[in-house]
């Protein structure tokens, strides 16, 4: 069973970057569709970007041209480079793969202040 971990949030201006990882324990790399999601409080889970084994991406369209995914198949890691940080930003971001057959990590929470 693959575990995930997530990292990398923390407090920002609004403005200001992050960059999240998220480290699989297991062979991550044999997935084609890796996610990141987040979930601001009292709200739903929702997807925001995802990744194809081949490199390939799509985003939601509120972080489009903000956001930037990627991954490392080597080091069985998916990364989430954010730009431009907004307060309506502020969530706990998690990764999974699209179909979110994996058990949720802990998640790493990303505050960004006005």
């Known amino acids: 069973q693959v575990h995930l971990v997530e990292s990398g949030g923390g407090l920002v201006q609004s403005g200001g970057s992050l960059r999240l990882s998220c480290e699989g324990t297991?062979?991550?790399?044999?997935?084609?569709?890796m996610a990141w999601y987040r979930q601001a409080p009292g709200k739903e889970r929702d997807l925001v970007a995802t990744?194809?084994?081949?490199?390939?991406?799509h985003y939601v369209d509120s972080v489009k041209d903000r956001f930037t995914i990627s991954r490392d198949n080597a080091k069985n890691t998916v990364y989430l480079q954010m730009n431009n940080l907004k307060p309506e930003d502020t969530a706990v971001y998690y990764c999974?793969?699209?179909?979110?057959?994996?058990?949720w990590g802990q998640g790493t929470q990303v505050t960004v202040s006005s």
């Open positions: 999974n793969t699209l179909s979110r057959e994996l058990v």
């Open positions: 990744i194809q084994r081949g490199g390939e991406t």
């Open positions: 297991g062979n991550i790399y044999r997935i084609n569709n």
